[in-house]
């Protein structure tokens, strides 16, 4: 790999740092592939506008890497030390390393999360050779990342927070009180998945929670996610840790709204704890793996469903709640002859995001009509609404009104009832799957005009009364067209 530090220094308008170029240097002999899939490109990116905020962010971050999908990975200099970061070619933004050093160490374990990473029962040996040569050489040099204060979140940043660390919790308490009785009508669960239980539903500033993800993967829990990254979660894994967390700033259950610790971040959830190949403790009447699902089919005959996929394969499913008043559930499946599991948030799925479902020409709004007034409107999901559901019911109220008051957080699967088919219908058909789609049957019945972003829409921005019963008739038509074609979907 070529490495000309004077022509990177023109290139970026700033000197190249002493290790950074070290580093470089040492890497230059080796051929594209050897340490991953990457490949050293300087890039001035202020001035542009390619990412949101780079008018902000640019001045102050400059690119070093390129990765085979188009994106980079880049320093931030707003913070100190400056941070790696990812600048990914779909928009995300987001903080992979707080340090260049702690960027060495991670492609040093396999865990940039990146292209970088490569298997390590899949290298080939001039690969392995370069990992070797590559400890040997951060051991030389002693390589050690420098204490910080917090973590960065550059998605926040890049949208418009301060440039700062928030450093996770070291205080003992302030976790959520559980009922010791919680998991009592659960039968044979080892102690450690009770506990991992314990903890889903918890912020990511919980005490409690920082403590085992330390103990876990070596490091806290992302304390943000900021708009900016265009995915609404993150992973935190290790290479020798037998389970995964993921955190989540949009969790699509009304138990979990929001939590803004900035202008532009949210403190994530811990949305799902998922258990790996090496997880071999009791997960149900202490067994764990392909040997739950006997036991699963005789004691918890109700929970337990098979299919089978378009390739003959035989499929296996299981749901059990767990507790209630956090709307956790043990969620364990078999396909390719594998059986995973997790410990998750029950949640909805999303058909329409807030400010999609605000626009009449959504259909989300027309949906929820047509879902009320045959018995299939998920009330509980709007609470103080009855009486203008009521309304809506003898359309003296228009659905957009629901809309406003009760879609905040967007319309989900979850708003309808649980009628055989229906929410899986509904997510189909506001997806354009299964070669139906909402918005293709709200163009032709009331034609198109081009969008805010270039795409057609529906001609479409009121809900009288008078446009239901022929725009009802044809969503009753597409959900009995459906359900005969996928008559697997209404056990």
């Known amino acids: 790999m070529d490495f000309d530090v004077a022509a990177w220094e023109q290139e970026i308008g700033r000197p190249v740092p002493p290790l950074m170029a070290k580093f470089f240097t040492w890497l230059a002999p080796y051929e594209y592939g050897d340490l991953g899939y990457f490949e050293l490109a300087p890039e001035n990116l202020a001035g542009g506008t390619a ?81 070797k040569a590559f400890t040997s050489w951060l051991n030389k040099s002693k390589i050690a990342a ?20 928030r450093a996770p919790p070291t205080q003992q308490g302030a976790a959520p009180a559980l009922d010791p009785a919680y998991l009592d009508h659960i039968d044979g669960m080892g102690e450690r998945l009770r506990m991992l239980c314990s903890l889903v539903g918890r912020t990511a500033a919980d005490p ?18 900021g708009n900016a990254k265009h995915d609404d979660s993150i992973w935190l894994t290790a290479k020798k840790a037998d389970v995964s967390f993921l955190f989540s ?18 403190c994530p959830f811990l949305e799902s704890v998922f258990l790996g190949d090496a997880y071999s403790e009791p997960v149900l009447f202490g067994l764990h793996g392909d040997a739950l699902w006997d036991a699963i089919a005789l004691k918890l005959p109700q929970l337990y469903k098979e299919t089978v996929d378009e390739d003959g394969e035989l499929e296996k499913a299981c749901t059990v709640p767990l507790d209630a008043a956090r ?50 409107l998920e009330r509980g999901m709007f609470p103080g609404q009855d009486e203008l559901i009521d309304a809506m019911r003898r359309r003296e109220a228009r659905p957009s009104q629901l809309v406003r008051l009760g879609l905040t957080r967007g319309l989900w699967d979850t708003h309808l009832a649980d009628e055989p088919g229906l929410r899986q219908f509904a997510y189909v058909y506001f997806h354009n799957m299964d070669g139906i789609w909402i918005n293709a049957d709200l163009k032709t019945m009331f034609g198109k005009r081009q969008g805010q972003y270039g795409h057609d829409e529906p001609v479409l921005d009121d809900d ?10 044809v969503f009753s038509t597409q959900f009995a067209g459906w359900k005969k074609a996928n008559p697997q979907e209404l056990a």
Request: aromatic share 8%.
């Open 51 to 131: 990412w949101e905020g780079m008018e902000r962010w640019g001045a102050d971050t400059w690119g070093f890497i390129s990765l085979p999908d188009g994106s980079l990975i880049g320093l931030c200099e707003a913070v100190q030390p400056p941070a790696v970061v990812h600048i990914g070619s779909e928009g995300e933004l987001r903080t992979l390393a707080e340090s260049f050093e702690a960027f060495l160490l991670a492609i040093d374990a396999g865990e940039t999360e990146t292209e970088i990473d490569l298997a390590d029962d899949d290298l080939e040996p001039e690969q392995v050779a370069a990992r």
């Open 146 to 165: 420098p204490a910080v204060s917090g973590q960065f979140d550059f998605s926040a940043y890049a949208a418009g927070d301060p440039p700062e660390r």
């Open 208 to 225: 409690e929670l920082c403590a085992v993800a330390g103990q876990v993967f070596g490091k806290a829990p992302p304390q943000s996610v």
């Open 249 to 266: 700033r949009k969790v699509l259950n009304p138990n979990y709204a929001p939590v803004p610790i900035g202008n532009k971040a949210i």
């Open 327 to 376: 709307d956790t559930e043990l969620r364990l499946w078999m396909n390719n002859g594998r059986t995973n599991a997790c410990v998750q948030i029950a949640q909805g799925r999303e058909l329409a995001w807030p400010e999609a479902a605000n626009q009449v020409h959504s259909g989300a709004g027309l949906f929820l009509q047509w879902a009320l007034e045959n018995g299939w």
């Open 464 to 473: 009288p009364a008078e446009i239901c019963d022929a725009l009802f008739a």
